[in-house]
């Protein structure tokens, strides 16, 4: 009796939140309001970019989709907003799948595989086309959640208070590291990875917690105003280029008509190809600009680089304890080597 009343409060709260967030009006349009947290602050050009997506989905639903949107995690922690978002407490996860590893390391390989793709193309289009939005479907909904699309903005720089030339330069080096496999790949190297919220990086670097950051790309990092204190950075990126999602409480999506979902879903198309396109642009701008201010940018070696990609790619299997894991890896190799990214 105590399990069944369990089962059905559960069933009744699953109900509600999916009934809060859409309703059918009486002219028989329906209404979809949705509450979405992101860690991206909003003068970011990753914050803008989402800004705009809710923008767009408002306009292209003539405003039968409603947004309130939430930005530097103002709600909850950036690592709390699936959470937040399968419980109700939020209706969509903006943030990446990379913040869920605790959950299980399988969303490390659809948040950040590290070491793998070159290029925000390559990534995406395992995520389309190569096999891996079905296989990271079923692990979304297990944890009832649905994945509505990826923003891939490329690889990512550090900024840092001390040189980061090449491998040496990682010896001891403290950073600030998202959780998951990147602790273990950056420890294997020397360095010393410290595990923090995306809204503290600032504030450790100015009081010198950390000696740097993997924070995000080269633009975003000027966004953040990370330059202002680190004088070093690293050009172009290499070690992480994470996979942004765009993610609902599953039974809030299920109760959304056909027609919001498809217009949710051509929205994060959209803005995954200008990301991808805008930060080309940004980046070599911020180069630029970071140059003229004295900060210090290098280019690592290819031999440097290709230590990094041998010690993350030793890693995959490590990392790869659960089934749901196992299958993405064997997904992501398989379409690398089909690219000739990664030896037969």
């Known amino acids: 009796m105590k399990l069944l009343k369990t089962l059905t409060a559960a069933l009744m709260g699953t109900a509600i939140v999916a009934a809060a967030a859409t309703t059918a009006m009486a002219d028989a349009h329906a209404k979809t309001k949705l509450r979405i947290q992101t860690h991206y602050a909003p003068e970011t050009t990753s914050g803008k970019l989402l800004t705009e997506m809710f923008e767009n989905i408002q306009l292209m639903s003539n405003g039968e989709i409603a947004i309130e949107a939430f930005y530097s995690a103002a709600v909850v922690k950036s690592v709390e ?37 070159a290029t925000p193309a390559q990534q995406l289009s395992w995520l389309y086309y190569g096999g891996g939005r079905e296989a990271a479907q079923k692990l979304y909904n297990k944890y009832d959640m649905q994945l509505i699309g990826w923003i891939v903005y490329g690889q990512e720089s ?13 010896k001891d080096w403290k950073f600030r590291s998202p959780p ?33 950051a993997d924070a995000s790309g080269l633009a975003n990092n000027v966004g953040l105003g990370l330059y202002d204190i680190a004088k070093y950075a690293n050009f172009p990126g290499f070690h992480s280029m994470p996979s942004d999602h765009l993610a609902c409480n599953k039974a809030v999506w299920d109760a959304m008509p ?31 600009k970071l140059t003229a201010d004295g900060v210090t940018i290098s280019a690592w070696s290819a031999e440097d680089l290709q230590t990094f990609r041998d010690a993350a790619q030793a890693t995959w299997p490590e990392f790869a304890t659960t089934p749901e894991a196992k299958e ?4 992501h190799i398989a379409y690398l080597k089909q690219l000739g990214l990664v030896k037969e």
């Open 158 to 170: 550090f900024a840092s208070t001390k040189p980061i030339a090449g491998i040496a330069d990682l």
């Open 81 to 117: 907003t699936f959470d937040a978002a399968a419980t109700g407490i939020l209706d969509c996860d903006a943030t990446g799948g990379g913040y869920q590893t605790g959950k299980n390391p399988a969303f490390q390989f659809v948040g950040d595989i590290m070491g793998g793709y």
């Open 180 to 212: 998951g496999m990147e602790t273990k790949i950056f420890e294997k190297l020397g360095a010393k990875p410290i595990v923090m919220d995306f809204t503290e990086i600032f504030t450790a670097l100015e009081s010198g917690i950390i000696d740097g």
């Open 328 to 331: 993405l890896v064997a997904s």
């Open 258 to 288: 056909a027609h919001h979902q498809a217009i949710m879903s051509t929205a994060v198309s959209d803005i995954a190809l200008k990301s991808a396109l805008i930060f080309e642009k940004e980046n070599a701008e911020a180069v630029a």
